[in-house]
């Protein structure tokens, strides 16, 4: 399906949240990495944030928010598609610990976490162990709110959404000589996979029906990657792409928006980097590492066609 299949799901969609009053499920719930992290890490002891100027400068605040972006990510636009008037809060925020916010869903990524233990851990991230420890805990307080009988029509018609991966690679297998002795990519590849299997059999025994899983990113694209491991040559890395496609429709798929547009990430990123595009529309990535706010549209998007099953 195309742009417009997609267009017209999408209307389909909005207008039936106008019609009921209420969204589409029940609730809106995130795990993961940095790609949907809307600031846990803020909250922690750790060296990956975003929680400082440019990011966030085309967030409807336009402030940062702990958001690796300039401005929302894919799951932000997921919730305004499926009829939300806010979005999932993070779980260590101030905006999970008032009232009822929570019962509309909430997020429990971490920047710097992936399927592998030590992902996290090296990086001082959730991992996803904790954040589904969180989850459970996050169960145990809407059935204080609402009582069981609503709170496992809560659990089993929510979307879950899981989106992990890349920084097992990036930022541990590929520059960790430890793990590149102890394991071929294939091997770890498994390793991760068993990982992503035993987290969504947790999530199902829990109560959970409907989830969802990006896949693993064009890896080798990540101007990061392409500086890292590119050997000095322009384009993506195919030992770490392999069959992904580079990213196209946008001016700029190399560089990204912030600084030099080569490596910068996190506090990296910051508002003296010199060379920071003035037009973030135009580029597919925000730093070295993240997607525009106009990527994580198009990936939104994409998400929610591939995904209408979900909330049928």
Not at 253 to 278: D, H, I, M, P
Request: charged content about 15%.
């Amino acid at each position: 399906m195309g742009f417009v299949t997609y267009m017209i799901g999408a209307l389909v969609v909005v207008l039936l949240s106008v019609a009921n009053g209420d969204p589409l499920v029940p609730a809106l719930l995130i795990f993961g990495d940095s790609v949907v992290d809307v600031g846990n890490n803020n909250n922690m002891l750790t060296l990956i944030k975003a929680n400082f100027p440019p990011y966030g400068r085309d967030f409807v605040s336009h402030r940062p928010t702990g958001r690796f972006s300039n401005g929302k990510l894919a799951t932000d636009f997921t919730a305004e598609y499926l009829g939300f008037s806010s979005y999932p809060p993070a779980y260590l925020s101030e905006g999970a610990r008032r009232g009822n916010n929570i019962l509309n869903g909430v997020n429990f990524a971490s920047a710097a976490s992936g399927y592998y233990e030590s992902t996290a851990r090296l990086y001082r991230a959730l991992t996803l162990r904790q954040q589904l420890a969180y989850y459970t805990e996050w169960q145990g307080r809407v059935v204080d709110l609402v009582g069981r009988a609503k709170a496992d029509d809560i659990f089993s018609g929510a979307i879950h959404l899981i989106s992990a991966g890349t920084s097992d690679f990036i930022q541990n297998y590929y520059i960790n000589p430890i793990l590149n002795t102890l394991f071929s990519t294939d091997r770890f590849s498994n390793s991760l996979i068993e990982s992503y299997s035993n987290f969504i059999q947790n999530l199902y025994n829990l109560g959970a029906r409907r989830i969802g899983v990006t896949s693993l990113p064009p890896t080798g694209c990540l101007p990061a990657a392409i500086t890292l491991f590119g050997f000095g040559r322009n384009e993506c890395v195919a030992r770490l792409n392999r069959d992904a496609v580079a990213f196209n429709g946008f001016f700029e798929s190399r560089k990204a928006c912030c600084g030099t547009g080569v490596l910068e990430t996190s506090f990296l990123c910051n508002v003296r980097s010199v060379g920071t595009c003035s037009n973030a529309t135009e580029y597919v990535f925000w730093d070295g590492f993240h997607p525009t706010q106009a990527a994580n549209e198009k990936l939104a998007q994409s998400l929610l066609e591939q995904g209408f099953d979900l909330i049928g």
